[in-house]
């Protein structure tokens, strides 16, 4: 077998370990004579993988016992509407705009037609927030933005409750849960296959729907049901199970960000020493461990460059299609190996173009 080192943005890369314990027990789950994806969610088969999930984030994550963890579906796409259904009451929701996916959630507010203002703008960096309400319904974040190559370093304190998309850099590095009062992320990047999102959220915020609110919608319905009030995406519950075990295994979520913060050095140091053929996209002290963008100083040789690295058993770096360029996607599950290869097709290629 002959596996790719897959940079792409997500779904991406999954460890391989976990993949081979999936296929080994697909068929047959532990003798149970049928696969996880057949058993009841209401089984205790599936019950027992359920709760370790639950507790592996838990502990993993040190969320602390004033939070619920909440198994959804819908990605964070849903959430976008979800949030401002769940928290807004009768002022205004703050948003920082630092990239596609966060003018996704100001469009679902705006469909709502909530009050909602925009109080930071920026692509290439983390902007400053100067004007915070204090009594804000939240304030709402993107804390890593797959398309720039952004992320924040620390979050901003504030007194109304902080929202954070964190879909591209969940489980990747140590929080501080002093300063968020609800997380959701997609698990197709850093916890699992797409099919699983993942709600962090304070408890005192679990009343706070409006009446006409559908049950599904609101977080209080799956915190009251242990996400089980319907049909939960059992197999991919099942895989982020899985995961949250091999991050156990990697030394935690602390050993895993000193990881990604060798593999991202490495791979800055390659754009920042090549004498301008590469250029990076963030501004150095916003850049992103997760997500590296830059572009070729002659943007004509881009397709070239994929075209090479493709060939070299490197997919997914063609950048987003709203700004071009060069995207390296390198989540937990990516190697160190594979970022060092990445670095020297990059050598290689700007070596021979420059000459």
Same mark, same amino acid.
Not at 58 to 66: A, C, T
Not at 266 to 279: R, T, V
Not at 316 to 334: D, F, Q
């Given at each position: 077998?002959?596996?790719?080192? /897959?940079?792409?943005? !997500?779904?991406?890369?999954?460890? @391989?370990?976990?993949?081979?314990?999936?296929?080994?027990?697909?068929?047959?789950?532990?003798?149970?004579?049928?696969?996880? &994806?057949?058993?009841?969610?209401?089984?205790?088969?599936?019950?027992?993988?359920?709760?370790?999930?639950?507790?592996?984030?838990?502990?993993?994550?040190?969320?602390?016992?004033?939070?619920?963890?909440?198994? &959804?579906?819908?990605?964070?796409?849903?959430?976008?509407?979800?949030?401002?259904?769940?928290?807004?009451?009768?002022?205004?929701?703050?948003?920082?705009?630092?990239?596609?996916?966060?003018?996704?959630?100001?469009?679902?507010?705006?469909?709502?037609?909530?009050?909602?203002?925009?109080?930071?703008?920026?692509? $290439?960096?983390?902007?400053?927030?100067?004007?915070?309400?204090?009594?804000?319904?939240?304030?709402?974040?993107?804390?890593?933005?797959?398309?720039?190559?952004?992320?924040?370093?620390?979050?901003?304190?504030?007194?109304?409750? @902080?929202?954070?998309?964190?879909?591209?850099?969940?489980?990747?590095?140590?929080?501080?849960?002093?300063?968020?009062?609800?997380?959701?992320?997609?698990?197709?990047? /850093?916890? *699992?296959?797409?099919?699983?999102?993942?709600?962090?959220?304070?408890? $005192? @915020?679990?009343?706070?729907?409006?009446?006409?609110?559908?049950?599904?919608?609101?977080?209080?319905?799956?915190?009251?049901? /242990?996400?089980?009030? /319907?049909?939960?995406?059992?197999? !991919?519950?099942? &895989?982020?199970?899985?995961?949250?075990?091999?991050?156990?295994?990697?030394?935690?979520?602390?050993?895993?960000?000193?990881?990604?913060?060798?593999?991202?050095?490495?791979?800055?140091?390659?754009?920042?020493? +090549?004498?301008?053929?590469?250029?990076?996209?963030?501004?150095?002290?916003?850049? +992103?461990? &997760?997500?590296?963008?830059?572009?070729?100083?002659?943007?004509?040789?881009?397709?070239?460059?994929?075209?090479?690295?493709?060939?070299?058993?490197?997919? *997914?770096?063609?950048?987003?299609?709203?700004? !071009?360029?060069?995207?390296?996607?390198?989540?937990?599950?990516? +190697?160190?190996?594979?970022?060092?290869?990445?670095?020297?097709?990059?050598?290689?290629?700007?070596?021979?173009?420059?000459?």
């Amino acid at each position: 077998m002959s596996r790719v080192f /897959n940079f792409g943005a !997500g779904p991406s890369t999954i460890p @391989l370990e976990v993949l081979e314990e999936a296929q080994e027990n697909l068929v047959d789950y532990k003798g149970e004579g049928m696969s996880i &994806m057949e058993a009841s969610h209401r089984s205790k088969m599936f019950d027992d993988v359920h709760m370790e999930a639950l507790a592996l984030i838990r502990e993993l994550y040190e969320v602390p016992e004033d939070f619920e963890i909440l198994f &959804m579906q819908g990605g964070a796409s849903m959430q976008f509407a979800l949030v401002p259904l769940n928290l807004m009451q009768t002022g205004v929701a703050q948003y920082v705009d630092s990239g596609v996916w966060s003018q996704k959630a100001i469009k679902e507010a705006k469909i709502l037609k909530i009050n909602y203002e925009v109080v930071a703008l920026s692509y $290439d960096n983390i902007p400053e927030i100067l004007n915070l309400n204090d009594k804000a319904d939240y304030v709402h974040i993107t804390s890593n933005n797959t398309i720039y190559g952004t992320q924040y370093r620390e979050f901003p304190k504030t007194k109304a409750p @902080l929202v954070i998309d964190a879909s591209s850099d969940i489980f990747s590095y140590e929080v501080d849960w002093s300063k968020i009062d609800l997380m959701y992320a997609g698990a197709q990047k /850093n916890a *699992g296959p797409s099919g699983v999102t993942i709600v962090i959220i304070k408890k $005192d @915020l679990l009343n706070r729907f409006s009446d006409n609110t559908p049950s599904m919608f609101r977080y209080k319905t799956y915190a009251d049901n /242990n996400s089980l009030y /319907n049909t939960p995406p059992t197999f !991919g519950i099942y &895989m982020l199970n899985l995961t949250m075990k091999w991050i156990k295994k990697q030394g935690g979520i602390k050993a895993l960000q000193k990881a990604n913060e060798k593999k991202a050095k490495l791979l800055y140091d390659a754009i920042d020493n +090549s004498e301008g053929f590469y250029i990076g996209y963030a501004k150095k002290d916003s850049r +992103s461990l &997760m997500n590296v963008s830059f572009n070729i100083k002659d943007s004509g040789l881009e397709s070239e460059f994929i075209n090479l690295a493709t060939k070299s058993g490197l997919i *997914g770096l063609k950048g987003h299609r709203s700004v !071009g360029g060069i995207r390296a996607s390198i989540y937990n599950a990516m +190697s160190f190996e594979g970022v060092k290869t990445l670095v020297e097709v990059m050598e290689k290629f700007a070596s021979e173009k420059s000459s």
